[in-house]
C-alpha cells in the first residue's frame, strides 16, 4: 500500500536526548491523520524530519511514496507545511506574503493572481488580505500560515500544532477550516497536543510519547481502545433474576452488577444500547425507573495512557 506518509525506525537525538525513537508511522492517503502528544513528545522534531528541514539520525522516511532525504527539494514541491506557530515578517501584507511563498514554489504570476485571492478567501481574511501582518490577530496568523501551507495545491497538508495559542473560539474556527481544505486526493496531517481537538477533525490518529507511538488507528478504534467499557446505570421498580439474566445474555455485555433495585452494565461497545437493554429488561416483566449512559471521560483516559508509559519506565 502507498501511504502518504511512511516511516521506518525513525530515530532522532539531540545530544543524549532521543526526541524521537524508532518511530514507525503510517499515514493513509486522504485521510485527516492527528499526530497527538504532550509538549515534547517529539511531534515538531518528526515532522521536521518529514518536510526535509532536519535529518534523521537512523530510519527511513517516505513521504507520497518518495524517499526523502533532508536537502531533497522535489518531494516538497508536493508537500504544503505550516510551521508550529509560524512568524512571517511583520510589515509584509498577507496578499505580499502569499505572493512571495507562491513565486517561491515556482508558480507564474498569472497562477498566483488567480490562486492568492481564492486562498484569501477560503481561509476567511478577504477583506484584510492587504492590512500588514504585524497587524493580524494570532488567529490570522494561523490563517494566514494554512494559506501558505495550500499555495501549491498540495497532495499532502502538513500542519504543526495549527491552534496553538488560539481561544476557544479561533480554534473553533481554525477547526472548521481543516475539515474545509482536507477534500478529495488530499491527505492532512496535524499535530496537536490536545485530544478533544483532534477528535473532532480526525479519522485517524496517532498517539506519541517520548518519541514512540502508543496507538495508531483510525479515530474509532482509537477512542474505543482508550475510553474502555462505558457502563449503563439502571434502576427498575422490582429487580428479579430473570431481568439479570436477560441482561447478561446481551451480546454486548462484558459485565453485571447488582445492588438493590439498581443495575451497573458494563459495556463492550461506545455504541448506545440503551434501547436494547430497556427492551430486555421490559420483556423480563421489568419496569425501569431511569436508565444513564456513564462514559469514561476520555482526556482522563489519554492521560492515564501517557503517564502508564511514564510510569512502566520508571520501574
Ligand atoms: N533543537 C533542539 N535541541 C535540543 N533538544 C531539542 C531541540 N528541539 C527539540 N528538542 C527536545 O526534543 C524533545 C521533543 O521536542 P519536540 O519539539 O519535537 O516536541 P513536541 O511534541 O513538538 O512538543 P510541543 O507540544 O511542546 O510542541 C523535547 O524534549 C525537546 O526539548
Ligand atoms: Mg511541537
Redesign the pocket.
Known amino acids: 500500500m502507498n501511504f502518504a506518509i511512511e516511516t521506518i525506525g525513525l530515530t ?1 537525538r ?2 543524549s ?1 532521543t ?2 525513537n524508532k518511530l514507525n508511522l503510517k499515514v493513509k492517503r486522504n485521510t485527516i491523520h492527528g499526530f497527538l ?12 524530519i518529514l518536510v526535509g528541514l532536519l535529518k534523521p539520525n537512523e530510519g527511513t522516511v517516505k513521504v507520497l511514496g518518495q524517499e526523502v532525504h533532508g536537502d531533497q527539494a522535489d518531494a516538497r514541491l508536493s508537500i504544503g507545511y505550516m510551521p ?1 506557530l509560524p512568524k512571517f515578517p511583520k510589515h509584509l501584507k498577507g496578499s505580499e506574503l502569499l505572493d512571495i511563498y507562491g513565486e517561491m514554489y515556482g508558480m507564474t504570476k498569472q497562477e498566483r493572481r488567480e490562486q492568492i485571492p481564492k486562498l484569501v478567501e477560503l481561509v476567511g481574511l478577504k477583506g484584510r488580505e492587504n492590512d500588514p501582518i504585524g497587524k493580524y490577530s494570532k488567529g490570522m496568523q494561523q490563517r494566514i500560515g494554512i494559506a501558505q501551507a495550500l499555495l501549491n495545491n498540495p497532495e499532502l497538508v502538513i500542519l ?2 495549527p491552534s ?1 495559542g488560539l481561544d476557544p473560539l479561533g480554534m473553533v474556527e481554525v477547526r472548521e477550516l481543516v475539515k474545509a481544505i482536507a477534500k478529495e486526493d488530499r491527505t492532512v496531517f496535524l ?1 496537536s ?1 490536545l485530544l478533544f481537538e483532534v477528535e473532532q477533525v480526525c479519522t485517524h490518529v496517532t498517539i ?1 510519547n517520548r ?1 514512540e507511538a502508543l496507538i495508531s488507528d483510525t479515530l474509532q478504534n482509537v477512542l474505543s481502545k482508550l475510553s474502555g467499557p462505558a457502563t449503563l446505570h439502571v434502576e427498575v421498580t422490582t429487580l428479579s433474576e430473570a431481568i439479570v439474566k436477560a441482561v447478561k445474555k446481551l451480546p454486548f455485555v462484558a459485565d453485571v452488577t447488582q445492588n438493590d433495585n439498581a443495575l451497573s452494565i458494563d459495556l463492550k461497545t461506545l455504541d448506545d444500547v440503551r434501547p436494547q437493554v430497556s427492551q430486555a429488561i421490559t420483556q423480563a416483566g421489568g419496569i425501569i425507573v431511569s436508565m444513564n449512559l456513564q462514559r469514561q471521560n476520555l482526556e482522563s483516559a489519554f492521560m492515564k495512557l501517557i503517564s502508564k508509559q511514564q510510569g512502566d519506565e520508571a520501574q
Open positions: 532522532k539531540y545530544g536526548l526526541a524521537v502528544g504532550p509538549n515534547g513528545a517529539g511531534k515538531t522534531t518528526t515532522i521536521k508550529e504543526d500544532e496553538l499535530s497536543h506519541i518519541g
